[in-house]
Nanobody
């Protein structure tokens, strides 16, 4: 069982930056691949970025070059650094965990989810 708690969301102007954190419970965090997804009102949940348990990273085309996912296994935490934010990045951001060597881009692949944190980008 893994419990995930996101933090770091908020209101920011276009062009600004935010850093999201996702703290995980459990002693086997290093054996989970982690993903970030987002969901805007009226839209489907969307893959943002993911990181494998070995540190390989994967990004959605919409955030490539602007967002960076990383993890600190000693702190049981995964991060999402978001730069050059745009109004279309506005959504609730969720982190998710899967007990697999490689993360997926489909949200159905993930076993555990956090409650989400709101990110609002004003124009």
């Amino acid at each position: 069982q893994v419990q995930l708690v996101e933090s770091g969301g908020g209101l920011v102007q276009a062009g600004g930056s935010l850093r999201l954190s996702c703290a995980a419970s459990g002693r086997t965090f290093s054996r989970y691949s982690m993903g970030w997804f987002r969901q805007a009102p009226g839209k489907e949940r969307e893959f943002v970025a993911a990181i494998s348990w070995s540190g390989s990273t994967y990004d959605a085309d919409s955030v490539k070059g602007r967002f960076t996912v990383s993890r600190d296994n000693a702190k049981n935490t995964v991060y999402l650094q978001m730069n050059s934010l745009k109004p279309e990045d506005t959504a609730v951001y969720h982190c998710a965990a899967v007990g697999s060597a490689l993360p997926g881009r489909r949200w159905l692949s993930y076993e555990y989810w956090g409650q989400g944190t709101q990110v609002t980008v004003s124009s």
